[in-house]
Each structure stands twice: as structure tokens, then as C-alpha cells.
């Protein structure tokens, strides 16, 4: 149980194009995910705090116009980069919890080239 | 000061080592202690998780927390070649909330 699902697994766009990443819990629901971003041989960085039907709480330093956060549903929360350049190129993951008592479980991550 | 100090390694080791893994901490607040297996282009897959101080096993991984020294540890007995990856700890105040990870351990266990 408590299967995260990311898609893609990895995308190349162009600069100045928008990329959407979506994230899905497969069998729980989840009201809260969280998007991390990880670059080479780095450990994982916290972006934001997606919440089902409210607004993300995004970390100091992330821009919010740029990492767009929609977490429409109780299994579906999707992060677009909008207008990406080279420097956004990273792995970004998604992460959720069955309830507040358990434990983060992650997707497989998302590999963004940004060319 | 990091939160959360992990040996980057790598840590290389032959096949049917016994395995040290090793994170201190600095908040005292944190009350919830995981680690997470890391394999090359994918995400982290949870290997244990406690929030108590003393021993927790399972199968070849054996997790210790010790509060009072805010240590933790990660023991991999008999290692194999497919352990070989990316061990990261994690800390929270609550099991689900937001997790503080330390750098991550790159173990290579050789056949």
C-alpha cells in the first residue's frame, strides 16, 4: 500500500516553455503532499506543501509565480514549471502521507532538462 | 550548523558486510526518526521508521535512535551488491509532517 505515482519520469523542454508534473496517490488519499527538489549528489530540498483545495505553502526562497501548485483532488497534486530556463533542470519529487500518524512515501521522481 | 549531518561516503564495503550508517541531529524538538533507501534516478523508498529511542529491526536492517545523544543509526547486516545506493535520514516532529533530510550516504557494496 501507500503508492505514490509521478509522471512523467522525465521530460526535456525549451526554454521558456511551461512543464506540468503530476503527482498521484494510487490507493489512499492524501489531503497533503509535498513537492522536493533534488539536484546532483544534493539530498532533497523541500519546495512546498501542497493542501487539497487550498493554497501551497511554499518554502523561503521558491518563487510561487514560477513553481505552480494545483492540488485539486484528494489523489492529484501537480506542480507546473512555468516559463522554465536551464537552471530549473533538477529532479523533482512528490511525497504524501496516509494520515498526519504515518510516514512520508515518495514518488519516483521526475528528471527536468530544461535546454 | 546543519539540522540534520550525514556522511556524504562513499562508503564501500564487500558483499556480506555488516553496514554502519550514521546521523546526528540538533533539535531535540524532533521526535520521529526515518531512513530512506535512494537507488540512481529514483525516489526515496522508505526502509524504517520509529520515534522511540532503542533498537527496531526488520529482516537485515536493524534501526537505533538515541535520543539523549540525538544519534541515529542504520545497520545492514550481511550486505548485499543490491544494497548498493543512496541512504538518507530523515527527522521530524510528527511522522507525516515535513521531513528535515540529511545529506545522504552513498553505500557501494562490492560482490
Known amino acids: 500500500g501507500a503508492v505514490v505515482s509521478q509522471h512523467p519520469s522525465w521530460v526535456i523542454c525549451k526554454s521558456g516553455t511551461s512543464v506540468k508534473i503530476e503527482c498521484r496517490s494510487l490507493?489512499?488519499?492524501?489531503?497533503?503532499m509535498f513537492w522536493y527538489r533534488q539536484f546532483p549528489k544534493q539530498s532533497l530540498m523541500l519546495m512546498a506543501t501542497?493542501?487539497?483545495?487550498?493554497?501551497?505553502?511554499?518554502e523561503q526562497g521558491v518563487e510561487k509565480d514560477k513553481f505552480l501548485i494545483n492540488h485539486a483532488s484528494l489523489t492529484l497534486s501537480t506542480l507546473t514549471v512555468t516559463s522554465a530556463h536551464p537552471e530549473d533542470s533538477s529532479f523533482y519529487i512528490c511525497?504524501?502521507?496516509?494520515?498526519?500518524?504515518?510516514?512520508?512515501?515518495f514518488g519516483n521522481g521526475t528528471r527536468l532538462t530544461v535546454t | 550548523q546543519k539540522e540534520v549531518e550525514q556522511d556524504p561516503g562513499p562508503l564501500s564495503v564487500p558483499e556480506g558486510a555488516i553496514v554502519s550508517l550514521n546521523c546526528t541531529y540538533s533539535?531535540?524538538?524532533?521526535?520521529?526518526f526515518m531512513w530512506y533507501r535512494q537507488y540512481s534516478r529514483k525516489g526515496p523508498e522508505l526502509l524504517m521508521y520509529?520515534?522511540?529511542?532503542g533498537n527496531k529491526e526488520d529482516g537485515r536492517f536493524t534501526a537505533q535512535v538515541d535520543k539523549s545523544s540525538k544519534y541515529i543509526s542504520l545497520f545492514i547486516r550481511d550486505s548485499q551488491p543490491s544494497d548498493s545506493a543512496t541512504y538518507l535520514c530523515?527527522?521530524?516532529?510528527?511522522?507525516?509532517?515535513?521531513?528535515?533530510f540529511g545529506g545522504g550516504t552513498r553505500l557501494m557494496v562490492k560482490p
Open positions: 511525497s504524501a502521507r496516509v494520515d498526519t500518524n504515518s510516514p512520508l512515501h
Open positions: 490507493d489512499f488519499q492524501a489531503t497533503t
Open positions: 501542497s493542501n487539497e483545495g487550498s493554497k501551497a505553502t511554499y
Open positions: 533539535n531535540s524538538a524532533f521526535q520521529y
Open positions: 520509529t520515534y522511540s529511542s
Open positions: 530523515a527527522i521530524s516532529q510528527s511522522a507525516g509532517n515535513m521531513l528535515t
